[in-house]
């Protein structure tokens, strides 16, 4: 058999010329402890200051601090399922929220994953949870009243669009529910209308959502919780 040689060399240089040298590198570490929802990691010494990690359980982290031999990282999801040894990837990005009208009328936990069992939310745009609020030059001005529906309010105390306000009281004193009469009353206008329940129970979570569902309030509303069954980091974002 006789061998032809430049059709090797000729094989040879083909495949030479589709080889690309790029490597898929990831920062690996291990896990030094864990416990309610908080965990020490060792390995990691270029993380940022929040930036997300994966664990070995598929559960998701946050940088929190940065020591000179160990990493804190807050665990977003299941930490009962994270042990001693187990590995921490990497993701070199910052913890950011999916944002637009895909989630306008869904329920959804702090990281955006909807939990109202209406299937995924696609959307093109999300925004780091951590930015810089806007000045107060870049601010537009507060000029237009936001009726609330309540004429003790509107009449005395008026609220102005995009004005900051307080709701203050003891408890069962109907702090929950002013902020949903304000919520039903833009219906026909052009507010989005933010709803956030922070460790209050998955009932009464529920029953507010149906409110505003029974109202029609929805088509304009998004409702972000955490219970008080979920992890306390979740609750602090």
């Given at each position: 058999?006789?061998?032809?040689v430049?059709?090797?060399?000729?094989?040879?240089?083909?495949?030479?010329?589709?080889?690309?040298?790029?490597?898929?590198?990831s920062?690996?570490?291990?896990?030094?402890?864990?416990g309610?929802?908080?965990?020490?990691?060792?390995?990691?010494?270029?993380?940022?200051?929040a930036?997300?990690?994966?664990?070995?359980?598929?559960?998701?982290?946050?940088?929190?601090?940065?020591?000179?031999?160990?990493?804190?990282?807050?665990?977003?999801?299941?930490f009962?399922?994270?042990?001693?040894?187990d590995?921490?990837?990497?993701?070199?990005q910052?913890?950011?929220?999916?944002?637009?009208?895909?989630?306008?009328?869904?329920?959804?936990?702090?990281?955006?994953?909807?939990?109202?069992?209406?299937?995924?939310?696609?959307?093109p745009?999300?925004?780091?949870?951590?930015?810089?609020?806007?000045?107060?030059?870049?601010?537009?001005?507060?000029?237009?009243?936001?009726?609330?529906?309540?004429k003790?309010?509107?009449?005395?105390?008026?609220?102005?669009?995009?004005?900051?306000?307080?709701?203050?009281?003891?408890?069962?004193?109907?702090?929950?529910?002013?902020?949903?009469?304000?919520?039903?009353?833009?219906?026909?206008?052009?507010?989005?209308?933010?709803?956030?329940?922070?460790?209050q129970?998955?009932?009464?979570?529920?029953g507010?959502v149906?409110?505003?569902?029974?109202?029609?309030?929805?088509?304009?509303?998004?409702?972000?919780?955490?219970?008080?069954?979920?992890?306390?980091?979740l609750?602090?974002?």
């Amino acid at each position: 058999m006789k061998v032809k040689v430049d059709e090797i060399a000729s094989v040879i240089k083909q495949e030479i010329s589709r080889y690309r040298g790029e490597m898929d590198v990831s920062e690996v570490g291990k896990v030094l402890e864990v416990g309610d929802g908080i965990a020490r990691l060792h390995g990691l010494s270029n993380a940022m200051a929040a930036e997300m990690l994966d664990f070995e359980n598929g559960a998701s982290g946050m940088v929190f601090n940065l020591e000179e031999s160990s990493i804190g990282a807050v665990i977003l999801g299941d930490f009962l399922g994270i042990k001693e040894g187990d590995t921490v990837r990497r993701t070199g990005q910052l913890l950011s929220v999916p944002v637009g009208e895909a989630l306008i009328g869904r329920v959804v936990d702090p990281l955006g994953r909807p939990v109202d069992g209406r299937g995924v939310i696609e959307s093109p745009h999300r925004r780091p949870l951590e930015s810089r609020a806007p000045g107060i030059a870049e601010r537009q001005p507060v000029n237009e009243p936001l009726q609330t529906g309540i004429k003790a309010i509107d009449s005395m105390i008026p609220i102005g669009r995009g004005q900051r306000e307080l709701i203050i009281g003891d408890r069962k004193t109907g702090k929950t529910a002013i902020a949903i009469d304000t919520i039903i009353n833009q219906k026909g206008g052009d507010v989005i209308c933010v709803y956030v329940a922070i460790g209050q129970k998955e009932s009464t979570v529920a029953g507010v959502v149906e409110t505003l569902r029974k109202y029609g309030a929805m088509d304009y509303s998004i409702v972000v919780t955490a219970c008080s069954a979920h992890p306390a980091p979740l609750q602090y974002i």
